[in-house]
């Protein structure tokens, strides 16, 4: 019978101590390796459909950002709808289905804003001046805003309650000069639209607008346009069902991207 040694048992019972502990302790490489593969498949990840309702002025740049956002953000899309802010405005008041709005000025903004339909601030991001638009020949010879108001000029504005319309009536106080229109239209791309067809003479549009044309229409600067400056605001609408999206879209429209699509396309600094 062999005697019994004390310094063996508790040398077995250290070793069997040991492994029972690394038996039970989960592995190290596993759990970080699931951690970051969960990471990977989750980080910046965007989905959805993204409605935005925007000024008809804004429509050659958001469809160019809203193509943009879509190319980085796989399994996203963004319906884009355009008109007279203040049509847009009213539409959301009633109850349209839209996530992002931008307007061509501040006061339809506010309209929402003070009925709560919007969530959070909106955010300044362009500005806006008008010009006179004419048909590359020019052949009522417009050099100044006060040659829109000679006998037999067929003038085309924007209806005062559209942001264009309003910096219209604005420019004409300023000027002491008031305009006889053979047309008020609801949205800035209309007025266009009449001297790009020759239906006009002239019409009262936002320097981008000309710009987007080409040549199809003429810019004539003048003086007083720089008392009606327009400031475009852009808000993730209340109701919206996808604000993480929206939040993103807006973003991008305020960031360094934004800001130079929005510059290349004439729009000023807020």
């Known amino acids: 019978m062999k005697s019994w040694n004390p310094r063996t048992t508790a040398l077995l019972a250290a070793t069997a101590l040991t492994f029972g502990l690394a038996a039970c302790?989960?592995?190290?490489?596993?759990?970080?390796?699931?951690?970051?593969?969960?990471?990977s498949e989750t980080a910046g990840q965007l989905s959805g459909t993204l409605t935005v309702f925007a000024?008809?002025?804004?429509?050659?740049?958001?469809?160019?950002?809203?193509?943009?956002?879509?190319?980085?953000?796989?399994?996203?899309?963004?319906?884009?709808?355009?008109?007279?802010?203040?049509?847009l405005a009213t539409q959301i008041s009633q109850g349209a289905p839209a996530d992002v709005f931008a307007s061509a000025d501040t006061k339809n903004m506010g309209k929402l804003a003070d009925a709560g339909l919007l969530e959070g601030a909106a955010a300044n991001f362009a500005t806006n001046t008008l010009q006179i638009a004419v048909p590359p020949s020019n052949p009522a010879s417009i050099a100044a805003f006060a040659d829109l108001a000679k006998p037999g000029v067929k003038v085309v504005v924007c209806a005062s309650?559209?942001?264009?319309?309003?910096?219209s009536d604005a420019v004409?106080?300023?000027a002491g000069v008031t305009l006889s229109p053979v047309s008020e239209e609801s949205s800035v791309t209309d007025v266009l639209g009449k001297v790009t067809s020759g239906e006009a003479d002239a019409g009262l549009v936002?320097?981008?607008?000309?710009?987007?044309?080409?040549?199809?229409?003429?810019?004539?600067?003048?003086a007083e346009a720089g008392k009606a400056v327009n400031t475009y605001p852009?808000?993730?609408?209340?109701?919206?069902r996808n604000k993480e999206l929206a939040?993103?879209?807006?973003?991008?429209?305020?960031?360094?991207?934004?800001?130079?699509?929005?510059?290349?396309?004439?729009?000023?600094a807020p």
Not at 58 to 84: C, I, M, Q, R, Y
Not at 208 to 220: E, L, M, N, R, S
Not at 234 to 240: H, L
């Open 25 to 39: 302790a989960p592995s190290a490489s596993t759990s970080t390796g699931t951690a970051g593969a969960g990471s």
């Open 55 to 87: 000024a008809a002025s804004l429509k050659a740049t958001f469809t160019k950002l809203a193509s943009d956002f879509e190319a980085k953000n796989p399994g996203t899309k963004v319906t884009l709808s355009f008109a007279g802010s203040s049509d």
């Open 172 to 174: 004409e106080k300023a």
């Open 206 to 222: 936002y320097i981008t607008d000309v710009k987007g044309t080409g040549d199809k229409v003429k810019g004539i600067p003048f």
């Open 247 to 268: 939040a993103a879209f807006i973003a991008q429209v305020t960031g360094a991207e934004g800001r130079k699509t929005l510059a290349d396309a004439g729009f000023g």
């Open 161 to 167: 309650q559209v942001p264009c319309g309003a910096a």
């Open 234 to 240: 852009i808000a993730t609408v209340g109701s919206s």
